[in-house]
């Protein structure tokens, strides 16, 4: 048998997912315990979103949780670029193959038309998708078009009837009818693949053995495995994982559940941790044992062992697993060690000195104004809002209005939140001080303290983030009708 080679293709768009490292790890120990190899890919097509911010974050916190790869940025071999972005020649020649052999076709249909096809499908509640519009232009027009400059995407060819039917290593047979699967966008009109083109075509030339991911891409199959017959590749094995579900058994969401690996290391929980107890997901060691490492894991890795059951990402087991760690692993001197490091790390600290210095008169005074850094919940009651101009509705709004705003932004920075906090209060028509009094208390626990903004860009997004939505939740959370009411008043302010 060929070499064990899986992969993790993150895509640098926004915040490390803790469902990203909870995949990662699962490809890691199959490789590892196969004596296989497990590689990194970026998958930055989506030139508009994709950053060297959230990719080096992505990269980061893999190391932090000791998720290394064997081949990908940082680590060359001979399948690289491991980048998207940088093997752009590769998907136009592998286009040009399908395009030849008439697998794929030009669509020249304007975003208008197709927003009209899916609203018309919607209305008569027909199966929404491309309707086949431009399948059989002929080759002159096509020609014709594309000489006048007509924009165009790529399109791959679907049968018409049947079924596809595969097998997936954890869940035996599937079959999904031909039906449910669109003409799926190959390439854009920018010249750049789309995920599913790139992800089969980087899936073969990077050798990959087993594609083990998330239960979400399991009406994917049919297109990727069409797209390997039409290459005449053989198609890897496929396994898709359950995905990690929030206590009330829904989609793991960052609306719900700290979901960024940032947030973790902020909070100052153990890397060992967090990802032995993302290996508790769905999965169990032999032993039944709780507490290991991922060397371990991969030792004794067995993929037949994982549940289909979604497994409940309960912050209360990871406190308690977390507190084994610290309890009983580290020495008192090691504990001294790494709380300072979390504590009081320097760059924390060159931020926070010339905050607070012009406010003490002596040490002991420091404390008190910078303990909130230091705490996951900061106190809060319903009684910390009475003493607010505003009414609760409003402050709702505020708080909800600026997780959107807030949100948006690519680059954390005091500037970027002043920038989008001040546009916010002058389209709500309140003043900056009395918009940002409730926020002060989210973020703080007090009326009055360090700047708000400034405390923001120290503590990052998503500590911020999820002080204020514990805020929401504290004066009673936003109903469904008012989540609804609130995002038609938002989209009109954007």
């Known amino acids: 048998m060929s070499q064990i080679r899986t992969r993790i293709a993150p895509s640098p768009t926004g915040d490390p ?20 190899k497990f590689i990194l890919r970026i998958e930055d097509t989506d030139q508009t979103r994709s950053s060297e911010v959230s990719e080096n974050n992505i990269l980061e916190s893999l ?11 940082g680590k ?9 972005s940088e093997r752009t020649n590769i998907y136009s020649e592998h286009i040009d193959i399908l395009l030849k052999k008439k697998k794929a076709f030009r669509c020249f249909c304007t975003p208008e038309r197709l927003d009209q096809l899916r609203k018309d499908q919607l209305k008569n509640k027909t199966q929404v998708g491309y309707d086949g ?72 030339l990077m050798a990959i053995s087993h594609v083990i991911r998330g239960e979400e891409w399991i009406n994917s199959v049919p297109k990727h495995l069409l797209l390997y017959q039409y290459f005449g590749w053989e198609p890897p094995i496929f396994c898709h994982m359950p995905l990690l579900r929030n206590p009330d058994k829904s989609k793991l969401s960052k609306r719900k559940n700290p979901t960024s690996i940032k947030y973790y290391e902020s909070m100052g929980y153990l890397p060992e941790a967090l990802v032995n107890y993302l290996g508790m997901m769905g999965w169990t060691m032999p032993s039944g044992e709780e507490k290991f490492s991922v060397q371990e894991m991969a030792d004794r890795f067995d993929i037949n062992r994982v549940s289909l059951g979604g497994p409940i990402f309960d912050l209360g087991k990871l406190n308690w697993l977390n507190g084994k ?25 060159t931020n926070l000195i010339p905050l607070v210095r012009e406010r003490v008169d002596k040490f002991s005074d420091v404390m008190e104004l910078v303990s909130f850094f230091l705490t996951g919940d900061v106190g809060l009651t319903e009684e910390s809002f009475h003493n607010n101009k505003l009414d609760k509705d409003d402050i709702l709004r505020i708080f909800q209005f600026s997780l959107w705003r807030l949100e948006g932004i690519n680059e954390w920075n005091q500037d970027s939140i002043q920038n989008e906090l001040q ?9 900056l001080r009395e918009f940002l009094s409730p926020l002060f208390i989210a973020v703080t626990g007090k009326p009055v303290s360090i700047s708000v903004i400034e405390s923001m860009a120290i503590l990052g ?28 008043e938002y989209r009109k302010l954007t």
């Open 325 to 349: 760690y610290i309890r009983e692993e580290m020495s008192d001197d090691e504990f001294v060690d790494k709380y300072t490091k979390w504590a009081f790390p320097k760059n924390n600290l």
């Open 63 to 73: 190391r932090w949780l000791g998720l290394s790869w064997d081949e990908g940025p």
């Open 76 to 84: 060359e071999g001979e399948h690289g670029p491991y980048r998207q």
């Open 423 to 431: 546009c916010l209060s002058k389209q709500l028509d309140i003043k």
């Open 133 to 204: 519009h431009c399948l059989n232009i002929s080759e002159e027009e096509v020609s014709a078009r594309i000489k006048q400059g007509d924009n165009f995407v790529i399109r791959m060819k679907i049968p018409d009837t049947g079924d596809c039917v595969f097998s997936d290593l954890l869940r035996g047979e599937v079959s999904i009818n031909w039906s449910q699967i669109d003409m799926q966008v190959l390439m854009k009109s920018d010249g750049m693949p789309t995920y599913h083109f790139a992800n089969v075509v980087d899936d073969h």
């Open 17 to 36: 997912h803790v469902g990203t490292a909870y995949i990662a790890l699962f490809n890691r120990c199959f490789a590892h315990s196969n004596d296989g």
């Open 461 to 488: 997004i998503d500590v911020s983030r999820v002080r204020i939505r514990n805020a929401i939740k504290m004066l009673g959370g936003i109903s469904k009708k008012m989540g609804k009411t609130l995002l038609a």
